[in-house]
């Protein structure tokens, strides 16, 4: 029996429904619009979660920094108050001499802490690259996001407001970056 179509007339057995043959089966549609829309929507799917995984990461990298710089400042404040000169500081963390009085002049009561030269010496030493290697690890973070930026403009998966909200930036620096980026006419 010949099944009713939208404008009530009978459809013919070999006639398709919209995605279905007639035996009422999936019919594999690989070049349709629907399809391509999907990988578009997956494409930006991808771009919004790896903007999202890229911003948590400058957040951690950022606590890490300010972490690591109120230690370093603390350390430097103890080494000048036990005496340790604020030239061999400096030399030690590679730093000019006026921040590390301005670091050192910021901490009020302190007392000798009867720590070795050289072992104070070493854990600023120490402590210092650490940080300076948790700045590296967020400039390479800031790079990819960069990156993930131009790709999102290059291929209009994200408009720049939607990017300012994604990466935490603002839009006139989304437009910066944008101004560099080659996008398809």
Same mark, same amino acid.
Do not use: F
């Given at each position: 029996?010949?099944?009713?179509?939208?404008?009530?007339?009978?459809?013919?057995?070999?006639?398709?429904? &919209?995605?279905?043959?007639?035996?009422?089966?999936?019919?594999?549609?690989?070049?349709?619009?629907?399809?391509?829309?999907?990988?578009?929507?997956?494409?930006?799917? &991808?771009?919004?979660?790896?903007?999202?995984?890229?911003?948590?990461?400058?957040?951690?990298?950022?606590?890490?920094?300010?972490?690591?710089?109120?230690?370093?400042?603390?350390?430097?404040?103890?080494?000048?108050?036990?005496?340790?000169?604020?030239?061999?500081?400096?030399?030690?963390?590679?730093?000019?001499?006026?921040?590390?009085?301005?670091?050192?002049?910021?901490?009020?009561?302190?007392?000798?802490?009867?720590?070795?030269? &050289?072992?104070?010496?070493?854990?600023?030493?120490? &402590?210092?690259?650490?940080?300076?290697?948790?700045?590296?690890?967020?400039?390479?973070?800031?790079?990819?996001?960069?990156?993930?930026?131009?790709?999102?403009?290059?291929?209009?998966?994200?408009?720049?407001?939607?990017?300012?909200?994604?990466?935490?930036?603002?839009?006139?620096?989304?437009?910066?970056?944008?101004?560099?980026?080659?996008?398809?006419?």
């Amino acid at each position: 029996m010949p099944t009713p179509t939208m404008a009530g007339q009978p459809r013919r057995a070999d006639q398709q429904v &919209k995605g279905r043959s007639a035996t009422g089966r999936y019919t594999y549609r690989a070049g349709s619009p629907a399809r391509t829309s999907s990988n578009a929507n997956a494409g930006h799917a &991808k771009l919004v979660h790896a903007l999202g995984v890229h911003r948590q990461l400058l957040s951690h990298a950022a606590s890490s920094i300010r972490t690591l710089t109120s230690a370093r400042n603390e350390l430097i404040a103890q080494a000048v108050e036990d005496g340790i000169s604020i030239a061999t500081i400096a030399a030690v963390i590679r730093e000019n001499a006026r921040s590390v009085r301005t670091i050192a002049l910021a901490y009020d009561d302190l007392h000798l802490s009867g720590v070795p030269r &050289k072992l104070q010496l070493e854990a600023l030493k120490a &402590k210092n690259d650490a940080l300076k290697e948790a700045e590296r690890h967020r400039n390479v973070i800031l790079e990819r996001r960069e990156a993930l930026i131009s790709i999102a403009l290059r291929t209009q998966a994200c408009d720049e407001l939607e990017l300012a909200s994604l990466t935490g930036l603002t839009p006139d620096h989304i437009r910066r970056s944008g101004r560099s980026v080659g996008r398809p006419a």
